[in-house]
């Protein structure tokens, strides 16, 4: 088993894979309620294991890009878990999980959105023609008329915020007609991170999320999965 969370949007989140299922999950929706809810949810999270006698073999979180006040809860919230515990790490790229947990509603190269703020985006392209590998080596981050590109099959991620209102624009019709709204979530996580179990981490002084600002954003090259 897996226990995975999600605190890089508005929606915190946290589910349980095992052997390629998800067997547990909870969620809410709304600002700033990550520090009221998280910490609940694993003790719950973590008593559905307990009574299903099943081993906890490691923990994921969504490492971003996303929300800077989100992300920093899930992270310390889970690195103090996961030493408490003795288990392992196992840091998940948002996208990533976004782009597996859409593997089978899309096609072509398809690229995931992540709103940063004002009008500046984060994105990376995955081609599901190769079961969703990685197009880009490292996140994108331009301004939202930078996102329409003819060689595009599919744009992909939540509008909202002031995204959302730009989608509606005359000026983003061609990324409107072809975008597909989904939320980040814990259950895409745990179920991605049953294949990434190699990259599990117990030295965690290190781990950081990868922030929504572009003067924060680093580089990740992920496996393909």
């Given at each position: 088993?897996?226990?995975?969370?999600?605190?890089?949007?508005?929606?915190?989140?946290?589910?349980?894979?095992?052997?390629?299922?998800?067997v547990w999950e909870q969620e809410d929706i709304g600002a700033q309620i990550h520090i009221e809810k998280l910490s609940p949810f694993?003790?719950?999270?973590?008593?559905?294991?307990t009574s299903s006698g099943e081993t906890l073999q490691a923990l994921a979180i969504a490492i971003g890009p996303g929300s800077f006040?989100?992300?920093?809860?899930?992270?310390?919230?889970?690195?103090?878990?996961?030493?408490?515990?003795?288990?392992?790490?196992?840091?998940?790229?948002?996208?990533?999980?976004?782009?597996?947990?859409?593997?089978?509603?899309?096609?072509?190269?398809?690229?995931?959105?992540?709103?940063?703020?004002?009008?500046?985006?984060?994105?990376?392209?995955?081609?599901?023609?190769?079961?969703?590998?990685?197009?880009?080596?490292?996140?994108?981050?331009?301004?939202?008329?930078?996102?329409?590109?003819?060689?595009?099959?599919?744009?992909?991620?939540?509008?909202?915020?002031?995204?959302?209102?730009?989608?509606?624009?005359?000026?983003?019709?061609?990324?409107?007609?072809?975008?597909?709204?989904?939320?980040?979530?814990?259950?895409?996580?745990?179920?991605?991170?049953?294949?990434?179990?190699?990259?599990?981490?117990?030295?965690?002084?290190?781990?950081?999320?990868?922030?929504?600002?572009?003067?924060?954003?680093?580089?990740?090259?992920?496996?393909?999965?």
């Amino acid at each position: 088993m897996i226990i995975a969370c999600d605190t890089s949007s508005v929606v915190c989140s946290v589910a349980i894979s095992h052997n390629g299922s998800i067997v547990w999950e909870q969620e809410d929706i709304g600002a700033q309620i990550h520090i009221e809810k998280l910490s609940p949810f694993l003790k719950e999270a973590l008593g559905y294991c307990t009574s299903s006698g099943e081993t906890l073999q490691a923990l994921a979180i969504a490492i971003g890009p996303g929300s800077f006040n989100g992300l920093r809860i899930g992270l310390a919230t889970m690195k103090a878990l996961a030493v408490a515990l003795e288990l392992p790490l196992i840091p998940i790229p948002t996208t990533d999980a976004m782009a597996y947990g859409m593997r089978d509603k899309l096609s072509g190269i398809s690229r995931a959105v992540i709103y940063s703020h004002r009008n500046f985006v984060h994105f990376a392209d995955y081609d599901y023609s190769k079961s969703a590998t990685i197009v880009t080596p490292e996140f994108k981050y331009g301004a939202w008329d930078q996102l329409a590109e003819k060689q595009i099959d599919h744009y992909f991620g939540k509008a909202d915020r002031g995204f959302d209102a730009w989608l509606k624009g005359s000026e983003a019709s061609e990324v409107q007609s072809r975008f597909v709204n989904v939320d980040a979530k814990a259950s895409f996580v745990a179920l991605l991170a049953e294949s990434r179990t190699h990259l599990g981490i117990r030295e965690l002084d290190e781990l950081e999320p990868l922030y929504n600002a572009v003067y924060e954003a680093k580089k990740w090259v992920p496996p393909q999965f």
